[in-house]
């Protein structure tokens, strides 16, 4: 739980216990598989939650055949609250709307056990920051609890088509 929902769960549970009532307050755990920890993370600086699209282009291989290539991001990243605290798109880049911003390359990607029908669970390594604030530490990203976002599994017919597949993820903001 980030710290500050602890601090609201706490505020909310103080507020409604003295009037008689009883507060749950849950997040649900984000954890990555130990093969997507890095080990010389100081700290998790944000968990924000990811909606949008995995988009692929129709491209032709060395071989002739067409095949959906991956080509970029494009997703809005929500706190715990709803508010949009980032906005992901082509480079990998997360950019915040204070100005700082990561982008940045993959190290380690994994399958999703419990999603098998869903993009990969991914590390990345910051590549480059900027500005100040949200992300300017960030050295490292993690994607987890990924859903949906796979390409169309028939072939694509005309090069150049694009398609965009919905999906929803977890990203993990480490110093």
């Known amino acids: 739980m980030s ?7 706490k505020a909310s549970f103080a507020v409604l216990s003295m009037a008689g009532a009883l507060v749950s307050c849950t997040t649900p755990r984000i954890s990555a598989p130990p093969e997507l920890q890095p080990t010389d993370a100081r700290g998790t600086i944000a968990v924000l939650h990811a909606s949008g699209v ?6 032709r291989a060395n071989d002739g055949r067409l095949l ?27 950019e915040a709307p204070d100005g700082s911003k990561v982008t940045g390359k993959v190290l380690r990607q994994t399958p999703n056990a419990q999603e098998p029908e ?26 987890l609890n990924t859903q949906g976002g796979l390409a169309l599994p028939q072939a694509c ?18 110093e």
């Not at 993009?119 to 949200?134: C, D, F, K, M, N």
């Open 3 to 9: 710290q500050c929902s602890r601090h609201f769960c």
């Open 118 to 143: 869903s993009i990969p669970l991914l590390l990345l390594q910051a590549t480059s920051t900027g500005g100040t604030g949200l992300l300017s530490r960030a050295r490292y990203v993690q994607r």
């Open 68 to 94: 959906w290539i991956f080509s970029a991001p494009e997703a809005t990243l929500k706190d715990d609250t709803g508010q949009l605290a980032v906005k992901h798109y082509s480079g990998p880049t997360w």
């Open 54 to 59: 995995q988009i692929y282009q129709c491209k």
């Open 157 to 174: 017919t005309q090069e150049g088509q694009e398609n965009r597949m919905p999906y929803r993820a977890d990203y993990v903001f480490l």
